[in-house]
């Protein structure tokens, strides 16, 4: 039995013996896998250090990275075109002309401000407005009566298209405007040919044609106005409007079909004979851009020479513009003075070309078709900031962005 039980113990003992090296041999192999996989992570992990040509970890980022890395955008119409992360800014073209006003790299404070995601113009696909553009907009000037702002575009895209006219961004495109405004220095400039050359020129309110070409031009492709300043327009004109409040939009509706309304806060047209397929809706939401980027909440609101500009920056690939805007302060005096053409023809190839800006050359402010040489009306208005306004006029100076034209 002794003998039984002995040999019995060395028979166990041999079993467990073999067994024993058998998972010895089974855990070594698992220590050489997760060796090799871990020689494999450390090498993959040295290279991709090697290739960053830092020494953090992929995943962690420097301070500041969201800045450095940002990709810059470019005017798109029909959405966002972002450049690619190893194009160049400096030798990015965005157009054809010689020098582009979307052309990013040439100015960090416009870089800054500028925002080319926002349409200038309202339409079905914007009809939706942020609730703090919505209430500031509201409160610009009274509004009489509530009205659902959504149903009232809904009636008014029924009767003109609502839908935004300018195409897609086109680096082979070199779309030419010129934005003409309504100031006395107009008068004896001779800037009528010139303004005339242009793809769009846009005009401001009024801004009677007839007997001013010479100096102010002849043709018109868009005109922005008010109900109370609206006038009937040539078929090939695109209407403008600029509305402060709901009544507006309830007018222009109105105007191009039953003639219902006939008074805002003052008489308007009851019809309005104009192209209405070519009627725009300034977007409000542009407007408070303009006053949140630029304006920087001077004022209670843009001057319509701001707005136009504004919307021209943002629509056009080159700007010439004769922003001539009376209510600009006299701090622009000095440019009240003839031209040569030499010095006439390097300003053609900047990008917003301004003639004839603020008060003529005995400081009068006052349109150019008026006589009123001496009046004094438009030097103050308690709406807009004028000192401000002019301060971004001559910055866009600076950034390359515009150019003043004297007038007289």
Known sequence: ????????????????????????????????????????????????????????????????????????????????????????????????????????????????????????????????????????????????????????????????????????????????????????????????????????????????????????????????????????????VSFVLVPFKTLDLLWITSALSTGQIRFTYAPVKQFLRVDKDKVQIFNPAFFKYIHDRWTRHHGRYPSTGMLVLFFALHVCDEVRTSLTHVHTNTQYRHVSRPVSLPVLKRYLVFQVNVFGFGADGRGNWHHYWEQNRYSGEFRKTGVHDADYEALIIDSLVKAGKITIFPGK
């Not at 039984?4 to 010895?24: I, K, L, P």
């Not at 401001?204 to 492709?221: K, Q, V, W």
Request: glycine share 12%.
């Open 1 to 236: 039995m002794l003998t039984g039980g002995t040999s019995v113990e060395r028979g166990g003992r041999t079993a467990g013996a073999r067994a024993g090296g058998g998972g010895m041999r089974c855990s070594l192999r698992v220590w050489v896998l997760l060796g090799s996989l871990g020689l494999v992570f450390l090498t993959s992990l040295f290279f991709s250090i090697s290739l960053r040509g830092g020494v953090g970890l992929p995943y962690l980022e420097p301070p500041g990275w969201e800045k450095s890395s940002r990709v810059k955008l470019v005017p798109n119409y029909s959405g966002v075109h972002q450049l690619g992360p190893l194009e160049s800014t400096q030798q990015q073209k965005t157009c054809a002309c010689p020098r582009c006003v979307g052309d990013p790299g040439v100015s960090d404070w416009f870089d800054e401000n500028y925002n080319p995601d926002i349409s200038p113009v309202w339409t079905r696909d914007n009809i939706q407005l942020p609730s703090d553009v919505y209430y500031w907009w509201v409160m610009l000037q009274p509004q009489f009566k509530p009205h659902t702002i959504q149903q009232v575009l809904l009636r008014l895209f029924q009767v003109i298209p609502g839908r935004s006219p300018y195409g897609s961004w086109d680096p082979a495109r070199c779309l030419r405007c010129a934005v003409v405004g309504n100031s006395g220095n107009m008068r004896g400039a001779g800037y009528g040919p010139t303004i005339d050359s242009h793809n769009y020129i846009m005009r401001i309110n009024l801004a009677p044609t007839l007997g001013y070409e010479e100096d102010a031009g002849s043709h018109t492709t868009h005109h922005f106005m008010y109900p109370e300043s609206a006038k009937n327009l040539a078929a090939n």
